[in-house]
């Protein structure tokens, strides 16, 4: 996961976290000190607004497996936004009179308090939930990374036990070749002894054939 969404994800929080005490706080004052606490409440707001937007063009730059996480997280910040803006426009509603007020006080504040926590209750459940859905990301693409390099050990190991079939193909090729010329030596060597037997056999067979015309002329005279 990000790091700079983390770091966002961290300031909204404890920002969200202090105007909460904040509207509870302001429930109970009256005046000009109410205003002004209103004031800090609605600066606030518009910072939460501002990391919200952050962390929206942060998650939308990362990885599609990641975005998806992330901009879960996102909506339920903004829905606890939403609360915390509710909360003000009640408190607000409540300078109109000191009735109204305690009214508000009692019923409307009350139920909205417990909404909100309530909200902020489903929300940390369900950033606890992206956290280890994130964590189980980690680990796949961790695993992934693994199984890559693996393959890619596999793959070297494949090229290298290539070249020594090709090496070892080239130096038969080699042996096919000397054995070739060494048959074709052979082969010649063959056929001379061929040819000097016949040569050898012919001049014997005139040899034989001389002394028998000189033993018949001897003993015809």
């Not at 600066?43 to 939308?60: F, N, Q, Y």
């Not at 003000?88 to 300078?95: F, L, Y």
């Not at 037997?197 to 002394?211: D, F, H, N, Q, T």
Request: hydrophobic share 40%; aromatic share 4%; with cysteine.
């Amino acid at each position: 996961m990000s790091e700079v969404f983390e770091g966002y994800e961290r300031q909204y929080c404890e920002l969200s976290a202090n105007l909460s005490k904040k509207c509870t706080a302001s429930g109970a004052l009256n005046g000009e000190k109410k205003k002004q606490k209103l004031s800090e409440i609605k600066a606030g707001l518009e910072d939460a607004e501002a990391l919200i937007r952050k962390m929206d063009l942060e998650a939308r730059s990362l990885q599609p497996n990641v975005k998806a996480v992330l901009l879960a997280k996102l909506r339920e910040y903004k829905s606890d936004l939403n609360n915390l803006k509710s909360e003000v426009k009640r408190i607000a509603s409540g300078n109109l009179n000191p009735a109204a007020r305690d009214e508000l006080l009692e019923s409307g504040m009350a139920d909205a308090l417990t909404a909100s926590a309530d909200q902020r209750s489903r929300l940390m459940t369900t950033t606890e939930r992206l956290n280890q859905s994130s964590d189980r990301i980690k680990d796949s693409r961790r695993t992934m990374l693994e199984t890559e390099e693996l393959g890619v050990s596999i793959l070297q190991d494949l090229h290298s036990q290539r070249q020594s079939l090709l090496h070892a193909n080239n130096t038969l090729h080699g042996v096919d070749d000397n054995i070739g010329k060494s048959k074709r030596i052979l082969t010649n060597i063959s056929r001379r002894m061929s040819r000097n037997k016949w040569i050898v056999g012919i001049i014997i067979s005139l040899l034989i054939i001389a002394i028998i015309v000189i033993l018949y002329f001897k003993l015809a005279k």
